[in-house]
């Protein structure tokens, strides 16, 4: 007997779904650097806004890697779900706009521009 899938998924588990096609994306190019990367979705961001950002609602946060006696704690991209969802119209803008906050938010991991990580990254328009 196969085993029971869905008939639906929920607008969170569709938004984890682009969530990991946006990492699959990267994976050819950055499989190394990614390995050392969490990914998590948060519905949104804390409620005292980051003074150092410039954007009101956040989209997502990067958290460094900590390393301790006590514990490791890798680096980690947080993806806030209604923030994103609140910017798109339609599920084809939202996984773009996903793609684009996860690469952002790696490149700034990475120290590199969000080219370097996805050539097809928009840019400054």
Known sequence: MP????????RGQRFDDLVLLAVAQLEPR?????????????????????????????????EQAA????????ARIVLYRRPLMARADGDEELAELVLDVIVEEFAHLLGVDPQTVDPSYPGDE
């Open 67 to 74: 390393f301790s006696d006590d514990e490791d704690h890798p």
């Open 3 to 10: 085993p029971e899938v869905p008939l639906h998924r929920t």
């Open 30 to 62: 950055w499989e190394a650097e990614l390995s050392a990367v969490e990914f998590a979705v948060e519905e949104i961001p804390p409620a005292e806004p980051d003074p150092d950002d410039g954007e009101l609602v956040p989209l997502a946060r990067l």
